[in-house]
């Protein structure tokens, strides 16, 4: 079981690890002044870790149902991790927009995935 999720697994630990770091540790980049460049890694995260899973179990997904029932895993997840960065940091906040982004990351890459598929299906035969 474990590893047919290695990447997954993996991806999950990082985005773990990422958020519940403390903020000090991403001060060194004030070269970049994007606003909201938190809000794209976010973003990009979520999309990441979207993707790694259904790449990983693309096989499984046979109907869009199961797919969006996989989707929940990184839903979920990011929504642990908001509540985590609350109640075990003193110098990261839990913020509703974090956790908007996280979905649009996961949402983007099931968009990306049902665009991609029959173009992947067509590839294999």
């Known amino acids: ?3 047919k999720n290695i990447f997954s697994i993996i991806t999950s630990l990082v985005i773990l690890y990422l958020s ?5 540790t991403f001060d ?3 070269f970049i002044n994007i606003p909201y ?8 995260a979520y999309f990441l870790l979207m993707m790694v899973i259904i790449v990983e179990h693309r096989n499984f997904f046979t109907n869009t149902r199961q797919l969006l029932l996989a989707a929940l895993i990184p ?3 990011g929504i642990t991790l908001e509540f985590l960065q609350f109640l075990l940091t003193s110098n990261r906040k839990a913020e509703v927009l974090d956790a908007i982004f996280n979905s649009a990351g996961v949402t ?4 990306m ?7 992947y299906r067509e590839n294999i035969k």
């Open 108 to 111: 983007i890459a099931i968009f």
């Open 28 to 30: 060194r980049a004030n």
């Open 75 to 77: 839903f979920f997840f």
């Open 20 to 24: 519940l770091q403390g903020s000090h």
């Open 1 to 3: 079981m474990i590893r």
């Open 37 to 44: 460049i938190d809000k794209i890694g976010h973003l990009c």
């Open 113 to 119: 995935w049902l665009f991609i598929k029959p173009f």
